[in-house]
């Protein structure tokens, strides 16, 4: 079946513009996260959904960055008035619960260059 | 900030030797994955351990873990060139995941 998609694939933004990153998890996932990975660093965690609901967004780095998921599917990740410091891939992952684990399943990425 | 440390950051074999990656992570898990990750690609999990588990076993992937020293580590055996990638061990944090930096795994052939 289909996996994570995530578009864009690329996105040049020029420093503050505002942009909109887009993922589509798999059909029936609960959980959905979004991650920022800088070049040569594992994944930082910034936002947790379980369905609609957005549990936890402690990892966003500044009020600049919101993500919504309004119908419990498809999410979007928006950053206002992107910085250069914002240049980075953003992941998208989906999750079932089972068994208390969350096994994750990532789409490719969006790498965001900020100009 | 990242939860877990990848040992070490690279590590260039030949086709056919054995890679070992080691992982430290600073607080209590109940489970702890490893993930890998293609250049230019999204992370793919390969295998997770429990806490209450101490070695696991997947194909050519060998997985231990000591929760006394906080610490697991990764032994990919007879490795290959399509081996070569970024893996990242990660645990679980409330409600979230914490990945490490990565060891970066270049496979010659």
């Known amino acids: 079946g289909a996996g994570v998609s995530q578009s864009p694939r690329y996105k040049v933004a020029k420093r503050g513009q505002d942009v909109a990153l887009r993922c589509d998890p798999i059909?029936?996932?609960?959980?959905l996260f979004w991650y920022q990975q800088a070049l040569g660093q594992g994944p930082e965690f910034l936002t947790y959904?379980?369905?609609?609901?957005?549990?936890?967004k402690s990892g966003l780095p500044s009020d600049r960055f919101f993500a919504e998921r309004p119908e419990g599917s498809v999410s979007t990740l928006k950053i206002q008035r992107t910085q250069q410091e914002d240049s980075a891939v953003y992941l998208c992952?989906?999750?079932?619960?089972?068994?208390?684990?969350?096994?994750?399943?990532f789409g490719p990425g969006t790498r965001l260059t900020v100009t | 900030s990242q939860q877990g440390e990848e040992d070490p950051q690279a590590l260039s074999i030949q086709e056919g030797e054995n890679a070992t990656m080691n992982c430290s992570y600073k607080?209590?898990?109940?489970?702890l994955q490893w993930y890998r990750q293609n250049s230019g690609r999204g992370l793919v999990h390969l295998i997770l351990?429990?806490?209450?588990?101490r070695e696991k076993h997947s194909g050519r992937l060998r997985v231990t873990l000591d929760t006394s020293k906080k610490s697991s580590s990764l032994l990919i055996t007879a490795s290959r060139a399509a081996d070569t990638a970024s893996y990242f061990c990660?645990?679980?944090?409330?409600?979230?995941?914490?990945f490490g930096a990565g060891t970066r795994l270049t496979v010659k052939p």
């Open positions: 992952a989906s999750s079932l619960r089972v068994a208390g684990v969350y096994e994750q399943y």
């Open positions: 059909s029936g996932h609960v959980s």
């Open positions: 959904f379980q369905n609609e609901a957005q549990l936890d």
């Open positions: 607080t209590s898990i109940n489970n």
């Open positions: 351990i429990r806490s209450n588990e």
């Open positions: 990660a645990t679980e944090f409330g409600n979230d995941m914490r």
